[in-house]
């Protein structure tokens, strides 16, 4: 991955979590990694711990950025989530995997599409 793309990824992410804070969730962990893998953003919502992966494109010719989120990587994230859980020995009522596709416009403002329950 370049540093470019690094930056990118880095930039949509930080879109992401104020998008998160701004539609009432608490967020509680970014970018935790592991030996497997890495989870983008853990955030409360109300009673429901949301897993949320977040996807950024500068545009949609590779596809929109939640086509990015393959069953492959949903199957991924859920043993994180699991792993997550177990060390932290966080309890929820519910748990929940979201997708937040962050698309970087020419000019203005990231637009932020938060996907919730997607898988």
């Given at each position: 991955m370049t540093k470019r793309n690094q930056a990118v990824g880095a930039y949509g992410e930080?879109?992401?979590?104020?998008?998160?804070?701004?539609?009432g969730l608490r967020p509680v962990a970014?970018?935790?990694r592991c030996p497997d893998g890495e989870i983008d953003i853990i955030a409360w919502d109300g009673p429901v711990l949301a897993f949320c992966e977040v996807k950024t494109r500068r545009?949609?010719?590779f596809g929109t950025p939640a086509e990015a989120v393959v069953p492959a990587k949903a199957r991924r994230l859920r043993g994180l989530a699991a792993r997550w859980l177990a060390e932290t020995g966080t309890t929820a009522e519910e748990v929940r995997f979201d997708v937040l596709s962050v698309r970087l416009p020419d000019a203005g403002p990231a637009q932020v599409d938060h996907l919730k329950g997607v898988f």
């Open positions: 930080r879109c992401a979590t104020r998008h998160l804070i701004g539609a970014r970018n935790w545009g949609d010719s």
